[in-house]
């Protein structure tokens, strides 16, 4: 959302792009009535008499009047999108939660909102249709000769069939995440991308008006009394005995009316698509970033402060996209990118984007890493199989190359000290937060080995050797840290050196007889109600959503693995300082540990699977393939980096199995 008008660009640059998106929606509602009202008195066997009496009627006051209304209900419409609209799309995990989000207080007030509104437009579509739709009452005779207002159902069906129509659509905009904004892959003119997508407006309102209107029919049949005696109790109007009645079978098939239903509930779906349409186009637009800023006051506009600091999601991807544009196709842009700072002579443009760009895709990286443990684990303590052991190697290896990434020094990637898998796998056991009460039976028998020991002693969390696996800078350093007094005090300062301690029995962590009777319950409970197919049905996981969940803001990595690929390439010929040169293990590592946590995750169950494309909606479902781009991406920016430096890579300094995947790389083994 961009309610926080606290921040710059929201205030200077997206409330204008709104503003502008609303206004054109204005400027396009008098030819798009004028076609309603076309359509809606069209005749074949009169054609003139048609044309005249649509210019009679949008000249008439009624016809001004209802116009006015529609200019403000599309107000309120562009003022809806502007705060409910988000670069990164809310992917309901299960049948419960979307639930959660459609009953959603925020949600209901908005779905009241656009069914008062689908009455209005209804009522406007009465005016300018007229003839039998036009009054709510017209004048019967009563049984006895006396005159009255008689209630005309054809008004009520039409104003009826508009909240229903208003309902629906803010009911699908959750569904299908219609308040989802995504960027195009090519950048287009605003005139050549709204008149490429006219025909795909017309199209979805079209065909959501037909299902919208079958589902009215079939609920105004079964329910249609209820608000008609309503409307004639408050109204104090009659049931005209002589008419029929519209919530019958030979009622609701009266072919005029529904023709009539079916364009009003198009123009109104039409003339909030547009306003959607024009908003989407106006806000990815996209925009320019200096990188440097004589002046201090315009600094918090420059790209590296962008980048850095924490600001709307817009603004953010705004900035990526700039960052992934320039790279590409301005050599100039670039030179500024490598450029020194004067006085001092630091890099610091590059420093902070490079640094912001790998800590994007770190977190990415750690974000797949912990869901796939998630996924391994499945609820259960690790075992000490072979499986096990190599699945937590696997991650000890990610997570601390991750530590190394994120090290005060991320310019030097050091080799990692060998360790053996059992050290490994018992490491993960002493420190997971699934087997944390569990110790393995045989680390506390006298026949261990020392160093066994002392790997999987307990360590406080708030020291320096808490983790998985130790950093090489500390890990370089564990001689002087465990050398003697004498050799302290000749560093002149007193260095505490940490005594194993004994590790914690079984016994010591034996849950009370409460804890285990309310964890026994529980399991109970989960058990019984896990059969309940209703329970079931609500609660599973739906089967591509989690991962459509991790990659939901991908389109920000997508940009950040291009522009710092491509400025990685660029540097070759255009780094006149070699600035790059500097943090180019650390981005080969990131890209490989990214490399490595991506092809595990593809290896899932439905991970790997495509959607099915939808088409006759409105919402955007680019989201769902953003894991497959992601993936085409992250190789392609590797390949980018090894085609351009070649036999160059093999003079940086990373690990062995680094150096291992990128030589397949290299030879385009890949």
């Known amino acids: ?84 609209y988000t670069v990164v799309p809310t992917i309901a995990c299960s049948k419960i939660s979307l639930l959660a989000q459609l009953l ?133 109007l ?18 005029s009316m529904l023709y009539h239903l079916w364009l009003s509930a198009t123009f109104l779906l039409f003339s909030w698509h547009i306003t959607l349409l024009l908003f989407r186009i106006f806000v990815t637009e996209g925009y320019s970033f200096p990188l440097q800023s004589s002046f201090t006051e315009d600094l918090h506009q420059c790209l590296p402060k962008v980048l850095s600091d924490p600001q709307p999601a817009i603004l953010k991807f705004l900035a990526l996209q700039d960052l992934a544009l320039l790279s590409q196709h301005s050599p100039s842009r670039r030179c500024e990118a490598f450029s020194l700072s004067q006085p001092g002579g630091h890099p610091h443009n590059w420093n902070t984007i490079s ?52 090290s005060p020094h991320p310019t030097t990637f050091l080799p990692k000290m060998a360790t053996s898998v059992a050290g490994r796998s018992a490491m993960d056991l002493a420190q997971s937060p699934l087997t944390a009460p569990f110790t393995p039976p045989h680390m506390d028998s006298p026949f261990t080995s020392p160093s066994l020991r002392r790997l ?23 001689p002087k840290l465990w050398s003697t007094s004498t050799d302290s005090q000749s560093n002149g300062s007193l260095l505490l050196s940490p005594s194993p301690l004994p590790c914690y029995k079984q016994g010591a962590y034996k849950p009370s007889l409460l804890a285990q009777f309310l964890h026994k319950r529980k399991e109970q409970v989960k058990s019984f109600l896990s059969k309940r197919v209703l329970i079931a049905y609500l609660f599973n996981k739906l089967p591509e959503a989690s991962s459509e969940a991790l990659f939901a803001d991908s389109q920000a990595h997508i940009w950040a693995l291009e522009g710092l690929s491509y400025l990685v390439q660029a540097s070759f010929s255009e780094d006149h300082f070699g600035v790059v040169q500097t943090t180019l293990p650390s981005i080969l ?58 036999d160059h890579l093999n ?20």
């Open 651 to 670: 003079a940086v300094h990373m690990s062995a199995e680094h150096r291992k995947r990128l030589q397949h790389f290299l030879d385009y083994k890949e």
């Open 104 to 236: 959603h207080p925020r949600h209901v007030v908005n779905s009241l909102i656009h069914c008062v509104m689908g009455i209005i437009v209804a009522w406007c579509s009465t005016v300018t249709i007229g003839g039998r739709y036009e009054m709510v009452g017209y004048p019967c005779a009563h049984s006895e000769g006396v005159s009255q207002m008689c209630l005309n159902e054809y008004h009520l069906v039409l104003l009826l069939a508009g909240a229903f129509v208003g309902f629906s659509h803010s009911l699908f905009g959750v569904i299908h995440n219609v308040n989802y904004v995504s960027f195009h892959t090519v950048q287009q003119y605003k005139y050549l991308h709204f008149k490429g997508s006219l025909s795909l407006v017309v199209k979805c309102s079209a065909t959501q008006a037909l299902y919208s209107v079958r589902n009215y029919i079939i609920v105004y049949f079964f329910l249609g009394y209820i608000p008609r005696e309503w409307i004639c109790k408050t109204f104090n």
């Open 355 to 406: 640094r912001e760009c790998m800590s994007l895709l770190a977190d990415l990286t750690q974000r797949l890493v912990t869901y796939h443990d998630s996924v391994a684990t499945n609820g259960r303590a690790k075992s000490l199989s072979t499986g096990s052991e190599k699945s937590s190697s696997e991650t000890s290896m990610v997570s601390s190359g991750l530590e190394d990434l994120m």
């Open 238 to 255: 009659y049931i005209d005995s002589s008419a029929h009645r519209l919530d019958t079978v030979a009622g609701l098939l009266d072919l």
């Open 589 to 646: 590592s990131c890209l490989l540990l990214l490399q490595e946590a991506v092809d595990r995750h593809f290896k899932l169950p439905h991970a790997s699977t495509k959607p099915v494309r939808t088409t006759g909606s409105m919402g955007d479902s680019a989201y769902k393939t953003l894991r497959f781009a992601l993936r085409a991406t992250l190789k392609t920016a590797i390949y980018r980096i090894t085609t351009t430096f070649g």
């Open 1 to 84: 959302m961009f309610s926080d008008q606290s921040c710059w660009f929201v205030r200077k640059v997206i409330c204008w792009r709104a503003a502008a998106s609303i206004a054109w929606a204005v400027l396009l509602l008098p030819p798009t009535t004028a076609v309603f009202i076309i359509l809606s008195r069209f005749s074949l066997l009169l054609p003139l008499q048609t044309i005249s009496e649509c210019v009679s009627i949008l000249t008439s006051t009624s016809a001004i009047f209802s116009f006015i209304l529609l200019c403000a209900v599309t107000i309120m419409v562009g003022f809806l999108i502007y705060e409910y």
């Open 456 to 478: 999987t002693a307990y360590v406080d969390q708030g020291s320096p050797w808490h983790g998985t696996v130790q950093s090489p800078h500390i890990m370089r350093r564990a």
